[in-house]
């Protein structure tokens, strides 16, 4: 515990003109005042650098680019491979696993293996991983390296311990699973085809024990070749030459027939007693032409054949359709006997795969449901019903179902928000689904102790937001609202549609949301802002439209001489709300150059809106002489004060939405008034248009983000446009550069210095690093306050900065943050009730309710993109400055709580994420957390309490992180475990003559073949062993988990007490079989023993 103690003995002022770096923090309006009584700050920190480690908790969402699917049958775990090098491990709703290769090579084959809680990766880059994943963070255990040849094709028979490898150059390769060494057998390709064959039969696209016999291997050729190969002998049984190339075969359970799928989009079915051609060719979906040829088809991808005991075998295909069919989409097509099932995807179809309820593949399989991994989607067929229905999907696959634009995360919300939200979302969700349980629910998961309500809010493209449950590190869907229903739908061709400059003209920009009174506020790219109330009850509404021309007329341009020390506050409420009805586009203004209208058109009637966020108010900002409106940088809400905030690079507007009124639209440069840091003077207007004095002629050169209006946030021009100027001395500022509103915040705070009591106040931080502190003056009494006006007085404050402001957060002179004041929610559409009137109810945290030792004051923190401040208040004095970075810049900070205390957190643009102390702003955590960032990082960026943060880590998927080292502590609770203990399901009893003539897989021994002894070592050049780092640290971390050592260790007796009873049985059945051969033998021996050799 380290105790701060600062002495004020004074004010401390600097100079108008004096420079942003100065050590001077005082008052920039140059006129000091009387100096306060000296008093202490006596703030007991309690944060250390212990308290802090970064780490990532969980990935939400759908893998990103994904390449490659496995399942386990046993333990109904899902793994997904993805082009980044990502493995996503899915099991029950809870159970969700990232793990990342380190090269980022993609993933193109996943196996796992079965029962045993392991998975094996194969990647672009030659090297297989065997990942352990009996830990609830797997890690890889060992990896190979090929050298010389290119890795095409893996397949792992279950309960094997050798690993079959196919490569480009057409041979097949051994890999032992419990060392991940290669074995020295190995079929090369010159020995699998005919000597005669001249041509090489290519790359080899699959391997596959017959389910008759596990000693006879079939490899398939991409050219058309398929080879059945004898591995006790070394030899080829047999071989298929076919004209069409093969993508892939899948065997009858039998072992005497397998299907192969080809580039022509056709099926040929294959009997091993007659191989020279095939007994069956289909094309599903070739129909005969009227010249009698059938017409071409796309190639069928891949082909699953499955039997099912009490109907006809289920054929599952991807591909296959008839190229004449453009624009159809990706599909997936099922054969049930004379059945033929086409189901449209709504993207391409990356793989899928059958679930079955056995493992074995010489079994009937009994298949149950299609796993169909798409480019952008996740979804499972259910195969039991004759309308193969889909499952509904528990994992949150949709976050990007429209592209994400902005986030936001709220980690303390009232405990009441998430079930109501919940039930209005319920209503409205789809139908249909398949009734049966989802059949990936591997894996256990518990709710842990430390949990509390959490939210993350996401904006899209298209207008809609989605708000999720984030409690416990998992992520479900509550509710979904779409802005662009608020606007009027543009006619093909109008005027309007046709001037639209975006692609996504409802895109969400930022959202604001007070989730105790849940007024939500959402600001769109078209320069609009929507507020919401919300409500239990559907209502007939007409939504209220203010229009806001935030740009200065020529006619309004105060010259010096008219005006030089006016602060140009306007008289309480002497503005107005501009005309609903927008004037067309050619009023006023020559040869119909835009003006005073809208981008958008609000709906202008009434409207009947479902229970929910109901929209109650827009604000629009107009064209002005054919320009569009700048977009709006900053917003800010407070349900207390009935009161709602918003600037861009050309001012600042502050609008009463209980009234509908606007308080106040007046550029940045005006709000300063004569106390101008840069001094500053608005000029007199000029004839040219072009060269117009005021906010309209100032420069692009801005400050602050400027996305481009040109293009949708959803563009990829768009994550480039992130530049700012960094200048921070006065004589690189131009006199006319425009200044943008870049952060904003209501609370209760001094206006000015002689201040004895706090008022409700703004704050606004501007790109240039200046922050003005605007008081106001709100009528306190309920039915006043919807009559009289808001007066909103001159600053008589400002503070300076170096760079752009970012952040304010408020202390009381203990270090306790003082939170916004608010209104408690009520229900405006609920019916009334005479005996208890719906008033409104405010609750306010007072800055000097604390405050017995420290007298009056509080103190104000303040960050831009380079540096922080603690000022306090009201003797705007400055207790502690840190310069956070000089090479880089600041993108997010916030105030936030951590361990029963509050810090600063911050994260650059150079990916470091740091943490500073409140109030001393002591560095406390610097972490290099990403290399590299880019604007989707940068937008989606957000820091919330409890020492958590998130960001998009691809367009498709939500990484949470923590930088607390509480929780980091405490993660191995919350995950959920992917390995539990479950018994092999038992072979199905084959018969005693079947096992002992017919070629049992218990007797084909694959150590005997492939082991050192036998077949040698490999050569060293062709590949590399590389032990991995999953092994001591793996088994560490899951000591800490709820399958620890002791769990191991029985779990180990469990699966060799299980192994000895394997063998016994074995060993007993070979006893009878022997002592049943033997009397066999006596009887025949007794039987021949007096006959003569002739008599045979």
């Known amino acids: 515990m380290k105790k701060f103690r600062k ?48 780490c990532k908790t969980v990935r939400h969402g759908f893998p990103y680019q994904p390449t490659a699917l496995a399942f386990d049958p046993v333990q109904k775990i899902l793994a997904v491979g993805s082009r980044t090098g990502g493995v996503r491990i899915l099991g029950r709703p809870g159970v969700d696993c990232y793990c990342q290769h380190e090269s980022g090579a993609a993933v193109l084959q996943l196996q796992f293996l079965i029962n045993e809680g392991a998975l094996v990766t194969a990647c672009a880059d030659d090297t297989l991983h065997l990942w352990n994943l009996r830990q609830r963070r797997p890690a890889i255990l060992h990896s190979l390296k090929f050298n010389r040849e290119r890795v095409t094709f893996c397949h792992l028979p279950f309960q094997s311990k050798w690993l079959y490898v196919g490569t480009e150059r057409g041979n097949t390769h051994m890999v032992n699973i419990e060392s991940f060494i290669l074995s020295g057998y190995v079929i090369m390709w010159n020995k699998a085809i005919e000597l005669s064959t001249k041509t090489h039969p290519g790359p080899v696209v699959h391997l596959s024990d017959s389910p008759k016999d596990e000693g006879k291997l079939l490899i398939g050729f991409e050219s058309g070749t398929v080879v059945q190969w004898d591995l006790r002998c070394k030899k080829a049984d047999f071989r298929i030459y076919y004209d069409e190339a093969i993508h892939s075969v899948s065997w009858h359970h039998e072992g005497k027939q397998f299907m192969c799928s080809h580039s022509d989009g056709s099926l040929t079915m294959w009997n091993l007693r007659n191989t020279t051609k095939p007994f069956q060719v289909t094309f599903p979906h070739g129909k005969i032409q009227r010249d009698g040829r059938k017409e071409s088809c796309k190639p069928i991808l891949k082909v699953e054949y499955k039997t099912s005991r009490s109907s006809e075998p289920f054929i599952v295909f991807s591909g296959g359709l008839s190229y004449d069919k453009a624009g159809r989409r990706p599909t997936l097509t099922i054969m049930h006997g004379k059945a033929i099932t086409v189901l449209e995807m709504d993207y391409p179809i990356v793989e899928f795969m059958v679930l079955c309820e056995t493992p074995y593949n010489n079994e009937v399989q009994e298949p149950s449901a299609v796993v169909v991994l798409l480019e952008k989607d996740l979804i499972v067929v259910d195969l039991t019903q004759s309308n193969f229905p889909v499952f509904e999907n528990p994992y949150p696959m949709d976050i990007h179902e429209s592209p994400v634009t902005c986030t936001a995360y709220f980690a303390d919300c009232p405990p009441d928000i998430i079930p109501i939200l919940y039930s209005i979302g319920a209503k409205h969700k789809k139908t249909g689904y398949s009734q049966k349980e989802w059949p990936i629910s591997g894996g256990t998961w518990t709710l842990g102790s430390h949990t509390y309500p959490e939210i993350i809010i996401t904006g899209h493209a298209d207008g809609s937001i989605k708000f999720w449950d984030a409690s416990a590190i998992t992520l479900q869907m509550l509710y979904k609202l779409k802005t662009s229903k608020v606007f009027e739908k543009p006619k093909p061709g109008e005027g309007r549609a046709a001037d639209l400059v975006e692609e996504d003209p409802f895109a969400v920009q930022m959202v604001s949301w007070c989730p105790q009174s849940r007024i939500f506020c959402v600001v769109g790219i078209s320069a609009h802002v929507i507020l919401y109330r919300f409500s239990k009850y559907d209502a007939n509404t007409q939504i209220v439209c203010l229009d806001v021309r935030l740009q200065c007329e020529s006619d309004d341009v105060i010259t010096p001489s008219e005006n030089e020390n006016n602060p140009c506050f306007p008289e309480p409420g002497s503005h107005s709300p501009q005309p609903q009805h927008p004037a067309s586009p050619s009023s006023g203004t020559p040869e119909g150059i835009k003006d005073s209208i809208p981008c958008l058109k609000v709906k202008d009637r009434v409207v009947r809106v479902p229970p929910g966020y109901q929209a109650e108010l827009v604000i629009q900002l107009l064209w002005v002489d054919g320009e569009p409106p700048q977009q709006i940088t900053t917003l800010d809400i407070n349900s207390a004060y009935g009161l709602l905030a918003f600037g861009n690079c050309n001012g600042l507007a502050i609008v009463d939405y209980l009234q509908k009124t606007i308080l106040l639209c007046m550029s940045t440069l005006d709000l300063y008034g004569a106390a101008d840091p840069y001094q500053r ?3 007199s207007p000029r004839r040219n248009r072009q060269s117009t004095s005021g906010l309209t002629e100032l420069s692009d050169n801005q400050q602050s983000i400027d996305m481009e209006r040109s293009k949708s946030p959803t563009s990829e021009s768009r994550e480039n446009s992130f530049s700012r100027s960094r200048s921070s001395s006065v004589s690189s500022i131009d006199r006319d550069t425009k200044e943008a509103i870049t952060t904003l915040q209501f609370g209760e705070s001094y206006g000015r210095k002689s201040d004895a009591l706090p008022t409700p106040c703004l704050w606004v931080g501007t790109s240039l690093g200046v922050v003005v502190l605007i008081p106001m003056s709100i009528p306190t009494d309920q039915e006043e306050r919807m009559e009289e006006p808001v007066t909103i007085g001159p600053s008589g404050m400002v503070l300076m900065l170096k760079g752009s402001v970012l952040r304010f957060g408020f202390l009381d002179c203990m270090g306790a943050v003082i939170q916004s004041p608010y209104e408690t929610w009520r229900d405006l559409n609920a019916p009334e009730d005479p005996d208890r009137p719906r008033r409104r109810k405010l609750v306010h945290f007072s800055p000097s309710s604390s405050q017995d030792a420290c007298g009056d004051g509080h103190l104000a923190v303040v960050c831009s993109e380079r540096q922080a401040k603690v000022f306090l208040m009201p003797s705007q004095s400055c207790l502690f400055v840190h310069n956070i970075t000089e090479s880089s810049f600041v993108l997010r900070a916030d105030v936030v709580s951590v361990c029963n205390s509050v810090c600063l957190a911050c994260f650059c643009a150079n990916g470091h994420i740091m943490t500073l102390s409140l109030p001393s702003l002591r560095p406390l955590m610097d972490v290099n957390y990403l290399p590299l960032t880019d604007m989707r990082i940068a937008r989606t960026f957000c820091f919330t309490n409890g020492g958590q943060a998130l960001y998009l880590s691809s367009p498709t998927e939500i990484q949470r992180i923590t930088y607390s080292q509480e929780m980091c502590d405490n993660l191995q609770e919350m995950l959920g475990e992917l390995f539990t203990p479950i018994e092999t399901p038992e072979a199905q009893n084959r ?34 062993h590389i032990p991995g780092q999953g092994g001591m640290e793996g088994m560490k971390v899951a000591a800490g988990g709820a399958v620890g050592d002791l769990a191991r260790a029985r779990i180990a007796l469990d699966e060799r007490g299980q192994r000895l009873g394997e063998l016994e049985e074995r060993t007993a059945l070979m006893m009878t079989s022997a002592e049943t051969f033997s009397k066999h033998a006596h009887e025949l021996m007794l039987k021949c023993k007096d006959k003569k050799w002739y008599q045979f």
């Open 7 to 54: 002495v004020l003995d004074g004010l401390t002022t600097s100079s108008p003109g004096g420079t942003i770096g100065s050590p001077s923090c005082g008052s920039a309006a140059g006129t000091p005042t009387t100096a306060p009584t000296p008093k202490e700050i006596d703030v007991q920190e309690t944060l250390v650098s212990e308290n802090f480690q970064l």
């Open 681 to 683: 003077l608005t000029r």
């Open 991 to 1024: 018969g005693f003559l079947k096992g002992f003539f017919g070629g049992n897989a218990n007797t084909f021994d694959r150590e005997e073949l492939f082991g050192e002894a036998a077949a040698g070592k490999a050569s060293r050049s062709l590949a590399q």
